[in-house]
């Protein structure tokens, strides 16, 4: 079976930081295309940010670029999304996903999704 679990969401102040995991069991990230998105109260699912594998390819959104950084581990088969100077239209429902052709655009599948970790900023 493939599992994603997310971990290190929480209750922040504005201005905070956070580092959000992301591990994976039943396959390896190897070649893969990873993403973190995110559902705010009220709002459809957003992409935040995204990278291969390799790490040739990094995307983030406008929203969260210069305050936020996607990385991996390969030993550890993880990936991260470190969020710094957190505002409180940051607070959404974090969730990490998998492409296993390695896509990060539109035509990507994401075919593996985690539960998702609860980020909350308040003022």
């Known amino acids: 079976q493939v599992h994603l679990v997310e971990s290190g969401g929480g209750l922040v102040q504005a201005g905070g930081s956070l580092r959000l995991s992301c591990a994976a069991s039943?396959?390896?990230?190897?070649?893969?295309?990873l993403a973190w998105f995110r559902r705010a109260p009220g709002k459809e699912r957003e992409f935040v940010a995204g990278i291969t594998w390799s790490g040739g390819l990094i995307r983030y959104a406008d929203s969260v670029n210069g305050r936020f950084t996607i990385s991996r581990d390969k030993a550890k088969n993880a990936m991260y999304l470190q969020v710094n100077s957190l505002k409180q239209e940051d607070t959404a429902v974090y969730y990490c996903?998998?492409?296993?052709?390695?896509?990060?655009?539109?035509?990507?599948?994401?075919?593996?999704w985690g539960q998702g970790t609860q980020v909350t900023v308040s003022s």
């Open positions: 996903a998998a492409d296993r052709r390695g896509l990060l655009g539109p035509s990507a599948n994401y075919e593996y």
């Open positions: 039943g396959l390896t990230f190897s070649n893969y295309g």
